[in-house]
Nanobody
Framework: QVQLVESGGGLVQPGGSLRLSCAAS????????MGWYRQAPGKERALVAT???????NYADSVKGRFTIFRDNAKRTVSLQMSSLEPEDTAVYYC???????????????WGQGTQVTVSS
C-alpha cells in the first residue's frame, strides 16, 4: 500500500524554525515531482514548494528566502526546512508526490495525511 508519511510539525514561536519530512513507501518504482502544500483554516490548499527528480525547485512567493525544499532520491524522502516563521505560516502542511507504482505502471499523484504547523507566541 502506498504511503506518504509526514513528520516534524508542531508549535513554534514567530521567527523560529521547523523542518518537515515526508517518506514515500509501498510498491514504488520511481518518484517524479515531490512537494509541499498547505491549507490554513478557511482557505484552499495552496502550493508551498516543489522539487523535481533532478532537483529543480519552485516556491510560492510568500516563502521564498525563508523555506528550502530538498529531497533524497535514494530514500524517497522530501523535506522542507522552514525558517523565519510567521503566524501566517500556520496551516496543515501536506506532502505530495508523483509516483510510478509496480501495480499501475503509470504515474499517479498522492497526498500525505498532513501535519499541523502552528506559529504563535
Amino acid at each position: 500500500q502506498v504511503q506518504l508519511v509526514e513528520s516534524g510539525g508542531g508549535l513554534v514561536q514567530p521567527g523560529g524554525s521547523l523542518r518537515l519530512s515526508c517518506a514515500a513507501s509501498g510498491g514504488i518504482i520511481r518518484v517524479r515531482d515531490m512537494g509541499w502544500y498547505r491549507q490554513a483554516p478557511g482557505k484552499e490548499r495552496a502550493l508551498v514548494a516543489t522539487i523535481s527528480s533532478q532537483g529543480s525547485t519552485n516556491y510560492a512567493d510568500s516563502v521564498k528566502g525563508r523555506f528550502t525544499i530538498f529531497r533524497d532520491n535514494a530514500k524517497r524522502t522530501v523535506s522542507l526546512q522552514m525558517s523565519s516563521l510567521e503566524p501566517e505560516d500556520t496551516a496543515v502542511y501536506y506532502c505530495n508526490a508523483d509516483l510510478l507504482l509496480f501495480s499501475a505502471l503509470r504515474y499517479d499523484n498522492y497526498w500525505g495525511q498532513g501535519t499541523q504547523v502552528t506559529v504563535s507566541s
